[in-house]
């Protein structure tokens, strides 16, 4: 008989669609991959807490979000010099299409990209993009039509975002 | 045409998704688990430890292999991973973030890591932390007893390896040339990114150079290198000259345009050469009269080198070290091996862990052929990452709890971090 491990099942089951997600967000991969496994350390070391949520995966997702928001203010003030020390983006596709996609979200403000992001990128539904970012339906739909309206602009009117995206 | 859902595939991406077996990811928790514990019962325990701390030799920043790995965890990151400071094979400090205690724990080796000294050198200052600003925190470990820490806007130093703490006012003497045995400050280790070291990337800042004197004391150079509106790094040499590399122009957008400013009467006076348009660079100097500059732009790496203090300078891009930058966008490291050789390394298997394992070029002289020689791979599993400054490189096995350090690109010595 074999022991259940929900938490390497979840692990096995979520951790590439999480990266993705959080890819989607941050449009860097090696970034994605250190937030989401962070994510799942504090899982780790707090597994009693983390077996009794009824959502684990929508718990990781918050966490993973945090961690990057958490980076992203720290990095804030050396912006400029990371962009030119540091490595660009790991980004998961060369195709010019997907670079030129992911240099646009980039642009976008934070609240925006992570809202296109979730929803369409990684094709969260609203309600669930809204627990992630910890704001209402509302405020997801508004930065939503804002977001699409910047992307637009940045990648021209061809740009076309409404074939995905879930209600 | 461009139809968003188009370009981003999530089942095409999520292909190139590494995932790390959960075993790694457990004994990460646990290590961390372990931390905790040992910080929150550990501050008056690591207060009686330094009183059994020996003296640590006083090296400073260039006369050795002066490295450092910065984990994957940030030692700000909130976790209490260590950030290791090599400085020579005998000196290593390692440096975490003492996280319910608002402060820094430092473990400082004197025979390579070979030993650790019982319980932590501790910076706490203040019981509760709550409030604190966590981007206004870092650590900058000048040498194996000279560190510098800052804690809400204030900085603290100690030069006597964490024994006696004072802080250091906005007072800052300005000097002709930096004093002997002073070292340059360039920024603290709050993120996985090198400081930087002066111009704080805008044009309202002004240029300048930072040093912490012996006994701990902020100075300042009169002198910044002339038309650099940034500098990305100050490296010192065994005999005192001063290397950087900076913007010649703000706002800055790729490719920079970059200079390479030097002196070598400590910052009394400085020479600059303007380089090719780059979108990353390094100099990797030897002395005040040998120095390499390597330079990358659209996938092709270009090493100029000079042996006269740069009067002239030798040019070198037979496209060798092209597939380190090639398609990747992963960092890639360069430092000087303990003959003088220069050796680049990449790219960072720790920023693309889909890519080959990283590889290791030798220049191999300047000779009728000059260039480097046929690649290594290095040596043992792979690490989560590995940054190298100064001098040598650092490989970080987050598994073994350890890093590998080379400082001639040949052999590797395991330095195997404390416990707790």
Known sequence: VTQADPLGELYAASYRRLVVQMYALTGDLSEAQEVVQEAFVRALA??????????????LRH????????????????????????????????????????AAMRRLPAGQRAALALHYLADLPLNEVAQALGVSVGTVKSRLARGRAALGALLGPSADLTSTGRR | ??????????????????????????????????????????VGAGLIALVALS????????????????????????????????????NVVVTSSSRQGCGFSFRPSTDGGRTWPRGSAVFEPADDCSTMDPSDYGVDVLTPSLWMVLVEGQRS??????????RVTDQVSTVDELPLGAVVHCGYSTVRIAPLCGGGGRTADP?????????GHLVQLRNAPPRLRTMWWVTETPDGALWTIGDLTQPVEPPYQLAVAWSTDRGRSWRTWELPPATTAAVVPRDGREAYVVTAHAGHVRVDRTVDSGRRWARHDNGELDSIVRDTGAAWYAFLAADG????????????????????????????????????????????TAIAAGGGLLWYMPTEDAVRVTTDGRSWRQITLPEG
């Open chain 2, 1 to 42: 045409m461009m139809p968003v859902p188009d370009a981003f595939r999530a089942d095409d991406i999520a292909d190139s998704v590494y995932q790390p077996p959960l075993t790694v990811l457990r004994e990460r928790a646990r290590r961390r688990t372990r931390k905790i514990r040992v910080v929150r019962s550990g």
């Open chain 1, 63 to 102: 966490v993973a979000i945090n961690v990057t928001r958490s980076r992203y203010r720290r990095r804030k003030t050396h912006e400029l010099l990371l962009r030119r020390i540091g490595p660009p983006p790991v980004v998961a596709d060369n195709s010019a299409d997907h670079v030129a996609l992911m």
């Open chain 2, 341 to 384: 050789r220069l050796v680049v390394v990449g790219p960072d298997p720790g920023a693309a862990p889909r890519f080959p394992p990283p590889r290791l070029f030798a220049w191999h002289g300047l000779g009728s052929a000059p260039g480097f020689g046929a690649p290594a791979e290095l040596p043992g599993p792979r690490g989560d």
């Open chain 2, 55 to 90: 003296t640590p030799t006083l090296v400073r920043a260039g006369l050795g292999p002066t490295a450092r790995v910065e984990t994957l965890d940030t030692i700000l990151g909130g976790t209490g991973s260590p950030a290791v400071t090599v400085f020579d094979s005998e």
């Open chain 2, 207 to 215: 240029l300048r150079i930072i040093a912490v004197d012996l006994a």
């Open chain 2, 157 to 166: 130093v100690t030069s006597d390896a964490g024994r006696t703490w004072h």
């Open chain 1, 46 to 59: 707090a597994a009693g807490r983390f077996a009794e949520l009824d959502n684990p995966e929508a718990w």
